[in-house]
């Protein structure tokens, strides 16, 4: 157990619909790490925030947008959502926005039908 | 900016032979390397990284890696493999900079045979 919790741990939602994915890091981390995880695309950094400040953009596409809340706990929106979503997204969390380890959650797989 | 390429999606190898899964970066400054485990219906689990520490470095599991500059790779070797050895790997760099980020590669597929 890395002590980070995604919720929820499947989700199943329909073309068009809007999905919110909640992140708890680990105690003590200020640095939260959004990743999509797909067969084609393999492990994309989508976005990183520190202390509730965006730090970093990866390929994250417009239609997804992040934040990182006062409690440090984080969520990531994705909406207008297309088939080619469908993946699974990670968070990871680290105690600074540098080269610490990145402690991954479990992960919340997301089916777009 | 940074890049890493990992040899060789799908690796098989008996088990008690030696695991080399093969990495090499591309960096315009001195990078942080790192391997990452990841087994099925699991998230990512850091097995070692590189700090610009000593250049051997030995994770878990009896994981290590050595960092070689001059050919700008940091293949990830294990003496005797496993069963439980069999997972996807995952190696990473990053550098340190006001805009860091993790770069992965593609992953290398391990599969053990009996």
């Known amino acids: 157990d890395s002590g980070v919790t995604q919720t929820p741990k499947h989700l199943i939602t329909a073309t068009g619909q809007r999905v919110t994915l909640r992140c708890s890091p680990r105690?003590?981390?200020?640095?939260v790490y959004w990743y999509q995880q797909s067969l084609d695309q393999g492990l994309q950094f989508l976005i990183h925030?520190?202390?509730?400040?965006?730090?970093a953009k990866g390929n994250i596409l417009e239609r997804f947008s992040a934040q990182q809340f006062p409690d440090l706990h984080s969520e990531l929106n994705l909406s207008s959502l297309e088939l080619g979503d469908s993946a699974l997204y990670f968070c990871?969390?680290?105690?600074?926005?540098?080269?610490?380890?990145?402690?991954f959650g479990p992960g919340t797989r997301l089916t777009v039908l | 900016a940074q890049s890493v390429t990992q040899l060789g999606s799908h690796v098989s190898v008996s088990e008690g032979a030696l695991v080399l899964l093969r990495c090499n970066y591309s960096?315009?400054?001195?990078?942080?390397l790192f391997w990452y485990v990841q087994y099925p219906n699991q998230g990512l689990q850091l097995l070692l990284k590189?700090?610009?520490?000593?250049?051997l470095v030995k994770g878990i599991n009896g994981f290590e890696a050595e960092f070689k500059k001059s050919e700008t790779s940091f293949h990830l070797t294990k003496p005797s493999a496993h069963m439980s050895d069999a997972a996807e790997y995952f190696c990473?760099?990053?550098?340190?900079?006001?805009?860091?980020?993790?770069?992965f590669g593609t992953g290398t597929r391990l599969k053990v045979l009996a």
């Open positions: 990473a760099v990053s550098v340190p900079s006001g805009t860091y980020k993790y770069i």
């Open positions: 960096s315009s400054v001195p990078p942080y």
């Open positions: 105690s003590g981390d200020l640095s």
């Open positions: 590189y700090t610009s520490a000593a250049t």
């Open positions: 925030y520190y202390n509730g400040e965006e730090r």
């Open positions: 990871a969390s680290s105690v600074r926005p540098s080269t610490d380890t990145q402690y």
